[in-house]
Each structure stands twice: as C-alpha cells, then as structure tokens.
C-alpha cells in the first residue's frame, strides 16, 4: 500500500512571492504518476500539475513547478509569483503505473491549506 | 468541454433514510471512481467501475452499493444513512484505469448532509 504524507497542514504566503509546499510519500512501486490538485472554496478538485516517475526532469505548469526526488520519494510543489486565486487546500497524489490487475485510486495526503495574502 | 457531472449538487436526507447520487463522465471515458471527502479531511477512495463491471472496492461501507450502466453513468446509493455519512462525495472519470497517466477528471461533487 502507498502513503503520502503532507507535513504542512497549513501556509502563508504573500502575494507575488513564492511558496514551497512539501510531500513525501512511501511505495515499493518504481512505475508511478504522482500529482498535486487544488481544492478552492468552491471545492472543485482541479489538477495542478502531474509528474511521471521515470521521467527525471521535473514538471513545470506556467507558475507551477515540482522538485520530484525519486530516491528521497519526495515531490514537492513550488508556486510562484503566487496570485489570491492560490488560495486553495492542495493534495499531494499518488497513483501506480497501470500494469494490469491491481488497484489503481488516487492516494491523497491530508493537504496543505495554502493562504494567499493581499 | 464536456466535464464530469455529478447531481444532485446538495442534497439533505434524515437518519435512516436512502440516497442516490449519479454521476456522468465524461464523454468516452469508460472508468469511474467514487470518492468521500468529510470535513476538513482528505479524499478517501469508495469504489469504481471500469467498462461497467466493478474494478476496485475501497472503505465503501456495506449500506453503500453502486453501479454503472451502459451508458456509463453510474450511481451511488446509500441506505440507513447515517450522521457521519455526511460529506463530499466527488465522481472522477477517466479513459483506461489510470487514464493514461493524466489522473482523474472530478467532478464538483454532491454535498450530502444527514439530520
């Protein structure tokens, strides 16, 4: 079974700053999708970025970037030029690789509360 | 473009009644997943549902079944609700189990509040 651990129940942040958001996670897997999702207020679950465990280079989404370190089975999220709009929960996400038979959910950390400050 | 949808979007049903959420995906995605989301927690994984037949069972309580028909749709129900029962319940839909790799599609969720 898979765990994903978010160490930072909640966060600050200044508008235009930037802000790391933390995730760790635990697998005997090597063939993995990993994922960070906002949730706003209006509690729509929405994918930030993606990253797939093979692929070295880190994911990068306009002012969304990870910093994915597959042998310290760390996936961090930084957010620049952070905007009120990131106000949001956001969940740190795991999924295994499809290789046939097998559960394949979505694995959630408990999420990182993000405020935005004007 | 087509999302997931989900009705009802509140729904409020006292203790010991039944409930059924549906949910659509969207167009062409064959899997769906349900998941529960209680206050101030993170989504927990119930049950899904790929090419109509049941592909994965979570901590989806025996009061609880679901199904998907032909069309795809599919639909939870929930009997001799519960207080604790309340809670976001959010359908995701995807093309293949793992949706190649792009994660889930959610939809806005069903806010289910038992009196």
């Known amino acids: 079974a898979q765990t994903v651990t978010q160490s930072q129940p909640e966060m600050s942040v200044q508008e235009a700053e930037t802000v790391t958001l933390s995730c760790t996670y635990d697998?005997?897997?090597?063939?993995?999708?990993l994922f960070w999702y906002k949730q706003p207020p209006s509690r729509q679950m929405i994918l930030v970025i993606r990253?797939?465990?093979?692929?070295?280079q880190n994911a990068t989404e306009n002012r969304f970037s990870v910093n994915f370190q597959k042998a310290a089975k760390s996936f961090s999220l930084k957010i620049s030029d952070s905007q009120l709009g990131d106000t949001a929960m956001y969940f740190c996400?795991?999924?295994?690789?499809?290789?046939?038979?097998?559960?394949?959910?979505?694995?959630f950390g408990k999420g990182t509360k993000l405020s935005v400050i004007p | 473009a087509a999302g997931v949808i989900q009705s009802p979007r509140h729904l409020i049903k006292e203790k010991r009644e039944t409930a059924t959420l549906k949910c659509y995906p969207i167009?062409?995605?064959?899997?769906v997943y349900w998941y529960q989301q209680g206050p101030g927690q993170d989504p927990q994984f119930l049950i899904s549902?790929?090419?109509?037949?049941?592909?994965d069972k979570g901590s989806i309580p025996d009061r609880f079944s679901a199904q998907q028909f032909s069309d795809y749709h599919s639909e939870l129900n929930m009997s001799s609700l519960e207080l604790g029962d309340s809670a976001l319940y959010f359908c995701?839909?995807?093309?293949?189990?793992?949706?190649?790799?792009?994660?889930?599609?959610f939809g806005s969720g069903t806010r289910l509040t038992v009196v």
């Open positions: 995701a839909s995807s093309l293949g189990r793992t949706g190649t790799g792009d994660g889930y599609t």
């Open positions: 697998t005997s897997e090597s063939n993995y999708y």
């Open positions: 990253q797939e465990a093979y692929k070295q």
């Open positions: 996400a795991f999924m295994k690789q499809y290789s046939g038979a097998g559960s394949y959910q979505l694995t």
């Open positions: 167009p062409r995605h064959d899997t």
């Open positions: 549902f790929y090419e109509k037949m049941q592909s």
